[in-house]
Every structure is written in C-alpha cells, then in structure tokens.
T-cell receptor, first 113, second 115 residues
Framework: KAGVTQTPRYLIKTRGQQVTLSCSPISGHRSVSWYQQTPGQGLQFLFEYFSETQRNKGNFPGRFSGRQFSNSRSEMNVSTLELGDSALYLC???FGTGGYGYTFGSGTRLTVV | GESVGLHLPTLSVQEGDNSIINCAYSNSASDYFIWYKQESGKGPQFIIDIRSNMDKRQGQRVTVLLNKTVKHLSLQIAATQPGDSAVYFCAEIDDSGGSNYKLTFGKGTLLTVNP
C-alpha cells in the first residue's frame, strides 16, 4: 500500500512569507500528526488531527497552524516565516490518536532565507 | 517536565559486532516506549516497542530492554550490518492524562557501522 506522502519535498522561502505543506496519510488512517525536526531541538510535536479536529497541540507559536480535510489529508501552514523555522517537517499517520502505530512520511525540507 | 534523552550522541561499531544504544527518560508516568530508525532523507521508521509492564522484548536482531527503576531504555542490535547505519531515536508516550498525550522523542544517536 502507498505510504505517507508529503509534498513538496523541498521548499525555499523568504523571511516574512508564508508556506503551506501537505500530507496525505495511508489509506484508512484517520489521524495525522506533525513534527518539526531540527539538529538542535530534535523532533518536536506540532499538532495532531483526527477526523478533521485538532486533538492535541505542542508548544509552538500561533504562526503554526494546521487543518485536516474529510479525506484525512492534512495541511500545515506557517505564516510570517522566520529563519529559525528552517527545518524538516514530518507528518505521521495512524489509525488512532496519541502516537500509537505511527507511519512517517519522508518530510518536507523547508529553508527560510 | 517530560523529556527523553540519550547518553551517547554517536556510536561507531564494526560490522558483525553487537550495538547497544541507550536512552534515559524522565517521565515516570510514561507507559509505552518505541525505538525508531531514521536513515538519511527519510522519516523515522518503527523498529520495536515495549510497554511499561515488560522489561524485555525481542524482535528480529533487535532487543529492547526497559529498566523502570532507573528510567532507562536500551536498544540492542545483534550482528550489526552496514544497513543499520542511521540515527536511532527512543520515544515515549504517557497516556495517563486523558486525551492530552503524544509521542515525545529523544535527541537521537547516530550509529555508524564500519565494514
């Protein structure tokens, strides 16, 4: 079966711009979670969506937002980009919530210049 | 607070040797632990998991040990192969707080296997 698909794979944006990243989960998975990965902070939880509802949120500023559609696909948006937002953004999908049974995508590498 | 850390950031072993990757966790309420492997350019991949009511679990060439007394987790890889070269993360879930639970990752250990 197809895995978790994240698009685009690479992205370069300028400070102050906004960006939207997309995640298509494994068929049948209803939960999508997002993580930010940086060399200094490692993998940090952004938020989790299940059945179009945000179920949990990490400690990120309001510039980071997300949503989930009825087909379980999810998008995350970062507004007013800062240099420190440069990171690998990973999404993971699963049947249920809470981190059990995660399958990760390969991520979107965002570079802010 | 909740944090998961690793004792060794890098580990270099010879092909065929056994590898041991260690992880310390601070949340005594965590009841589920997972080891992930992340290869370059890919997302983390599930290796093995263990619940807090167990102290050992074995998979194919991998064993996870859990010591709740000292809040320590380890991943043992037998007969390490070049394909095992990757960053390894331990992760924990504390689901004792209702719906506000999530997977928390450690910083990672880079394993390099020398041929």
């Amino acid at each position: 079966k197809a895995g978790v698909t994240q698009t685009p794979r690479y992205l370069i944006k300028t400070r102050g711009q906004q960006v939207t990243l997309s995640c298509s989960p494994i068929s049948g998975h209803r939960s999508v979670s997002w993580y930010q990965q940086t060399p200094g902070q490692g993998l940090q939880f952004l938020f989790e969506y299940f059945s179009e509802t945000q179920r949990n949120k990490g400690n990120f500023p309001g510039r980071f937002s997300g949503r989930q559609f009825s087909n379980s696909r999810s998008e995350m948006n970062v507004s007013t980009l800062e240099l420190g937002d440069s990171a690998l953004y990973l999404c993971a999908s699963s049947f249920g919530t809470g981190g059990y049974g995660y399958t990760f995508g390969s991520g979107t590498r965002l570079t802010v210049v | 607070g909740e944090s998961v850390g690793l004792h060794l950031p890098t580990l270099s072993v010879q092909e065929g040797d056994n590898s041991i990757i260690n992880c310390a966790y601070s949340n005594s309420a965590s009841d589920y632990f997972i080891w992930y492997k992340q290869e370059s350019g890919k997302g983390p991949q599930f290796i093995i998991d263990i619940r807090s009511n167990m102290d050992k679990r074995q998979g194919q060439r991998v064993t996870v040990l859990l010591n709740k007394t000292v809040k320590h987790l380890s991943l043992q890889i037998a007969a390490t192969q070049p394909g095992d070269s990757a960053v390894y993360f331990c992760a924990e879930i504390d689901d004792s707080g209702g719906s506000n639970y999530k997977l928390t990752f450690g910083k990672g250990t880079l394993l390099t296997v020398n041929p």
